[in-house]
């Protein structure tokens, strides 16, 4: 039995440093092969049904993702809305006494990370291997990207080569850190689709559960816009 863990764990070393070894343009073909990239290439917009989660609860909601990055969430409960247009993130709540209100820079930064077609990795310069990491016991790359102002850790599967959680830091003025995760994978058409997304900074933490997804559903950019203020 001893003879027998001792041989596992030089198997598993093995393995790791082989890992560890892969070269970067080999993990983001098998990466970007997972993501299923060519298929995300003809599509322009995205719709889904599902709910919204935060620290007051869970409510059904609608939203809308338009290339390059619009994002727009319709709260069907409590008639919340939030969008990035691609230039500003904005809100209206109807509880509020500002019907519209830009949001926080922490709140748009989570906005814009919770859906991209496909990879985000796509067209993506400067990257680097860092090797393997184990989050939660399954080792994962960890390709890192130094944009300056902005620091962007990706954690890529080793057994499915999905992405499952990226670390934005920002290292500039007020220092910001979003954490986005990919709680579940699901198969929509055949497509590895992320079903349910975490995102989380020190103060806020929102989730998003996507269940009816409608691919292509046209969607009028004005619909992204800030709305004037009545």
Same mark, same amino acid.
């Given at each position: 039995m001893?003879?027998?863990?001792?041989m596992s764990l030089?198997?598993?070393?093995?393995?790791?440093?082989?890992?560890a070894?892969?070269s970067l343009?080999y993990?983001?073909d *098998?990466?970007?092969?997972?993501? $299923?990239?060519e298929l995300?290439?003809?599509?322009?917009s995205?719709?889904?049904k599902? @709910?919204?989660?935060?620290?007051? &609860?869970? =409510?059904?909601a609608?939203?809308?993702?338009?290339?390059?990055? +619009?994002?727009?969430? #319709? @709260?069907?409960?409590?008639?919340? #809305?939030?969008?990035?247009?691609?230039?500003?993130?904005?809100?209206?709540?109807?509880?509020?006494?500002s019907? %519209? !209100? $830009?949001?926080?820079?922490?709140?748009?930064?989570i @906005?814009?990370?919770?859906f /991209?077609?496909?990879s985000?990795?796509?067209l993506?310069?400067?990257?680097?291997?860092?090797?393997?990491?184990?989050l939660? $016991?399954?080792?994962h =790359?960890?390709?890192?990207?130094?944009?300056?102002h902005?620091? #962007?850790?990706y954690?890529?599967?080793t057994?499915?080569?999905?992405?499952?959680?990226?670390i934005?830091t #920002?290292? /500039?003025?007020e220092?910001?850190?979003?954490? *986005?995760?990919?709680?579940? =994978?699901?198969?929509?058409?055949?497509v590895?689709?992320p079903?349910?997304?975490k995102?989380q900074t020190?103060?806020? %933490?929102?989730? =998003?559960?996507?269940?009816?997804?409608?691919l &292509?559903?046209p969607?009028?950019d +004005?619909?992204?816009?800030?709305? !004037?203020?009545k």
């Amino acid at each position: 039995m001893r003879q027998r863990s001792i041989m596992s764990l030089f198997l598993l070393l093995g393995l790791t440093q082989m890992r560890a070894q892969d070269s970067l343009n080999y993990i983001l073909d *098998r990466h970007h092969e997972a993501h $299923q990239q060519e298929l995300w290439e003809g599509i322009k917009s995205l719709s889904a049904k599902g @709910n919204w989660l935060s620290v007051h &609860g869970s =409510y059904p909601a609608t939203f809308h993702f338009k290339k390059p990055d +619009k994002y727009l969430m #319709i @709260n069907q409960r409590s008639r919340f #809305i939030e969008a990035w247009d691609g230039v500003e993130s904005w809100t209206i709540a109807k509880w509020t006494k500002s019907s %519209v !209100a $830009q949001l926080s820079a922490e709140e748009t930064l989570i @906005n814009q990370s919770i859906f /991209t077609f496909g990879s985000p990795l796509k067209l993506v310069v400067g990257l680097a291997n860092k090797g393997i990491v184990f989050l939660d $016991q399954a080792p994962h =790359y960890w390709i890192v990207q130094d944009q300056g102002h902005v620091l #962007i850790e990706y954690f890529i599967s080793t057994e499915t080569f999905l992405l499952t959680k990226t670390i934005f830091t #920002i290292k /500039t003025g007020e220092p910001l850190v979003v954490i *986005r995760e990919v709680v579940k =994978y699901g198969d929509f058409q055949g497509v590895s689709f992320p079903t349910h997304i975490k995102l989380q900074t020190k103060s806020m %933490v929102a989730e =998003y559960v996507f269940n009816k997804i409608t691919l &292509g559903d046209p969607v009028q950019d +004005k619909r992204f816009s800030k709305p !004037a203020k009545k």
